[in-house]
């Protein structure tokens, strides 16, 4: 099994928590969620605390490393992460972004900023990225991308609620792939 480490924001939506969560709890990943650290008590770690997931608040890595894990998702988590913290996890750290990177990323490109830039380009596409996380704002290679298309009518809001459908299924699938390659190296 898979120990899986989840990093949410202090917003506390944790939608792509929930969708790691039950995917390993039905097994559609041979994972298990080892911790959720997030900075302060939102209904995310309610929600963890519900499902008997261990809990670290504020975000303290140190005490993520504790629980051993072998890889980190970053879901809605704005800060930077400590350099040493990154480099601990070279390869192991992910993060999921609401728009087709290397486009629409950055420092302030987060929530809401991210689609009204993408209608504002006239972008016929959208969609999210998983990738690693590396000690710039989403610059790590990417290891998945899913796409939908942008409607005419398209509004900031109907574009975030068809991304974030898009981003539970894959961050899933990027998980399962990372967990792959682990198991099968090339
Ligand atoms: C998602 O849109 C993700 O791409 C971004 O922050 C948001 C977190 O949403 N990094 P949730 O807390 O997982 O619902």
Known sequence: MTRVAIVVGSKGRGSNMRAIVS???????PARVVCVVCPKETPATAFAAAAEIPIVIPD????MSDYRPDLVCLAG???LVPHEI???YEDRMLNIHPAL???FGGKGMWGMAVHEA?????????GCTVHFVSEHYDEGNILLQMKCNVDPAETPESLAA???KLEHEC???AIAMWIRSRSHPE
């Open 23 to 29: 995917a390993c709890q039905d097994g559609r990943l």
């Open 60 to 63: 303290d890595f140190g005490a």
């Open 77 to 79: 988590y704005m800060r």
């Open 86 to 88: 990154v480099a601990q």
């Open 101 to 103: 990177l290397p486009k």
């Open 118 to 126: 993408v209608l504002a380009a006239g972008e016929r596409e959208s």
């Open 162 to 164: 068809k991304v974030l």
């Open 171 to 173: 961050y899933v699938q």
